[in-house]
């Protein structure tokens, strides 16, 4: 006999347009008011040149210092990426809007959280080249790029559920980075040591331990959050 679904029960399909259609609604508004993305990366360049001014150009410094540069650029792009992306939502009544939408508080979360992920991304696939000229370091690394794309989501994964329970608050600017560098520490340093042994010519088995670490991050936080969020949007 096969398997019946209860009348009105939710499909893959309608999750995955839930999903999608608050990513879009996302997209959408970055395209056109561009409130997000341009700030990170002006942020994110002048973090760069200032890094590139403070550090002596020995190359064995360089690889041994540039990683944690370009992970600090990055951290503190995401953390003021989700500032932003949220205080717009809270100011232009967006987050009241989706929270009397008809669908699921963790798809709500997923839809953000690919969003956050995706802004990020471009943010740092924009500054990739201007860090490679700027401290002479190789821009096509297949294991840089995996990195990169995983710790990212990792950032989002945690920073969406962060930036989602501190935009109720007034000091929403101070408490997000309270609340995500504790717990997004362990990307941040696996990220690191990943990327300083890319740029030192390491095998994959050399900081494969550091991939697994991060992956295995994004993996329980990206549960846990989705499972939490309903709890967190509604405090």
């Known amino acids: 006999m096969s398997e019946q679904r209860a009348p009105g029960a939710p499909?893959?399909?309608?999750?995955?347009?839930?999903?999608?259609?608050?990513?879009?609604k996302d997209l959408l508004l970055e395209s056109r008011t561009r409130e997000i993305v341009t700030p990170i990366v002006v942020f994110s360049l002048l973090v760069i040149v200032i890094f590139s001014f403070v550090l002596d150009p020995n190359p064995r410094l360089i690889e041994s210092?540039?990683?944690?540069?370009?992970w600090v650029a990055f951290t503190f792009a995401g953390i003021l990426g989700l500032n932003r992306a949220f205080a717009l939502e809270k100011e232009r009544g967006g987050m009241e809007g989706l929270l009397l939408s008809p669908v699921g508080r963790d798809l709500l979360y997923f839809g953000k959280m690919l969003g956050a992920f995706l802004f990020m991304l471009v943010v740092e696939i924009i500054?990739?080249?201007?860090?490679?000229?700027?401290?002479?370091?190789?821009?096509?690394e297949p294991g840089l790029w995996l990195v990169i794309v995983l710790a990212t989501f990792g950032f989002a994964t945690v920073g969406t559920a962060f930036a989602a329970m501190a935009v109720n608050t007034r000091a929403r600017e101070i408490l997000l980075p309270v609340?995500?560098?504790?717990?997004?520490?362990?990307?941040?340093?696996?990220?690191?040591?990943?990327?300083?042994?890319?740029?030192?010519?390491?095998?994959?088995?050399?900081?494969s331990n550091w991939v697994g670490l991060i992956a295995a991050f994004d993996v329980i936080f990206a549960v846990v959050a989705a499972a939490t969020f309903e709890f967190i949007v509604n405090e």
């Not at 499909?11 to 879009?24: M, Y």
């Not at 500054?127 to 096509?140: G, Y």
Request: hydrophobic content about 70%; glycine content about 4%; charged content about 5%.
């Open 11 to 24: 499909t893959g399909a309608s999750w995955w347009a839930a999903i999608l259609a608050v990513l879009w």
């Open 65 to 70: 210092v540039a990683p944690g540069a370009l």
């Open 127 to 140: 500054m990739l080249p201007a860090f490679s000229a700027v401290f002479n370091l190789p821009l096509v």
């Open 179 to 207: 609340l995500f560098f504790p717990v997004a520490a362990p990307v941040i340093i696996a990220a690191a040591e990943a990327t300083r042994a890319v740029y030192a010519g390491d095998s994959f088995a050399d900081y």
